[in-house]
């Protein structure tokens, strides 16, 4: 389950995934299912987001690359040894009128949204241009 930060929904659970039309989400309300697909967001808008790496594994890359390749490789090490990570925040408006604020930590999810969030942004660009 994805955790919520607000929503028009009163006491609900949020879990995100992809479909083949894009991002979908469902939203429990006790034993009743919600459930919005891509087509159904009015508007996505990114509150915050975090890129951070892991730093046990820069930890193991900077040793690996000290001892292979002495003070360079400290370096580089260093720099390859995490995996860049993104959690975000999103609020998303839906067609019906309701909305829901969420924190998201799945990194195809967040990279489909981002896509959303760009493609509106061009959009956007090409009608203040003409």
Do not use: P
């Not at 999810?109 to 660009?125: A, G, T």
């Amino acid at each position: 389950m994805t955790k919520i930060i607000d929503s028009s929904f009163k006491d609900c659970l949020l879990k995100t995934g992809l479909g083949f039309t894009g991002v979908k989400i469902k939203i429990y309300i006790g034993w009743k299912t919600i459930k919005y697909t891509q087509k159904q967001f009015a508007k996505v808008e990114e509150i915050d987001s975090d890129v951070f790496r892991s730093a046990g594994k820069a930890a193991v890359g900077t040793i690996v690359g000290g001892a292979l390749l002495g003070g360079v490789g400290l370096i580089a090490g260093a720099a390859m040894g995490g995996k860049r990570r993104k959690t975000a925040n999103y609020l998303i408006h839906f067609d019906d009128g309701e909305y829901i604020a969420f924190h998201e930590k799945d990194k195809t999810v967040i990279k489909h949204l981002d896509q959303i969030l760009l493609k509106k942004k061009v959009q956007n660009r090409l009608v203040d241009d003409h």
